[in-house]
């Protein structure tokens, strides 16, 4: 005979595997779709837009790739990697000066950071704009290099921080007893300890410069250095009535960072309640 309390936790655990497996095609039934209609005609998408392909070619996705999804591909990859990791560096070190080293004002610097979090950038495009003009580095790589460093230093410092504040004080210690200066300790000992927050800064930070537009938008109108989601709504403005070739540059440009997403998806949650849970 099974009791009321037995029976009312497989009630729940159906709900909760019912509700999960719901969400689960609400998330992935979208990106199947888009797939799915990457492989068929315009007669067939719409004919019917929900009908398996007839023909599985390959042919608009190498549409898609030969038509600039390649170039804003690189374009991405080059500005995703490199403003990751000038921004964790950045951040990992400023959050070593603010947790490990007694630096006058301290608090009022860490406040002075955290403050970056408060600044909208859609106030600051105007000013950026003329700035970066002025400069020689609108319309470059090197534009959207620096804003997206800068723009997700204070966030990222703010987790990183959050995460060494509680590392033992007997490390730094035993660190400088060996001899360690300050960059030794940091580089060698203090880092590895940090692995997890790092890990999900790094994940977090890849989504966001992978799918940034705004300023993707504003600061790049050259075709070399569009990123993927200036260049698929360029691919759609020129392409538009070509649906399935759109579909396929969507497809290629979701694919990695939804493949990055279920391999690091574990560490970011670990990585941010470790983090933000201190």
């Known amino acids: 005979m099974v009791s009321r309390r037995g029976f009312l936790g497989v009630i729940a655990r159906v709900f909760m ?89 301290n608090r009022l610097i860490t406040m002075a950071i955290l403050g970056g979090l408060m600044l909208a950038p859609t106030v600051a495009l105007v000013p950026l704009v003329k700035m970066f003009q002025a400069m020689g580095l609108y319309n470059s790589f090197w534009a959207l290099l620096i804003l997206y460093t800068a723009f997700r230093v204070p966030f990222t410092t703010f987790l990183i921080r959050a995460y060494m504040v509680d590392l033992p004080r007997e490390v730094d210690e035993a660190a400088e007893m060996d001899g360690c200066g300050r960059w030794t300790a940091f580089w060698q000992i203090i880092l590895p300890m940090c692995k997890p927050i790092i890990t999900s800064t790094v994940l977090l930070h890849v989504l966001f410069a992978w799918n940034e537009y705004l300023f993707a938008m504003v600061f790049t109108s050259g075709e070399g250095a569009q990123t993927l989601p200036v260049g698929l709504t360029s691919l759609m403005s020129k392409h538009g009535t070509d649906f399935p070739v759109v579909f396929a540059g969507m497809v290629i440009a979701a694919l990695p960072v939804v493949l990055l997403f279920f391999l690091g998806q574990r560490y970011i949650v670990k990585g941010l309640a470790d983090g933000i849970g201190k």
């Open 17 to 105: 595997w019912t509700f999960l497996l719901g969400l689960a095609v609400v998330v992935l039934y979208p990106l199947l779709w888009m797939a799915l209609n990457g492989f068929k005609t315009n007669s067939e998408l719409f004919g019917n837009p929900f009908a398996m392909p007839l023909d599985w070619s390959f042919d608009n996705y190498r549409k898609a790739w030969n038509r600039g999804v390649s170039d804003y591909l690189t374009t991405s990859v080059l500005v995703t990697v490199t403003s990751t990791l000038a921004t964790v560096f950045v951040s990992a070190w400023a959050a070593y000066g603010l947790t490990r080293v007694n630096l006058p004002f």
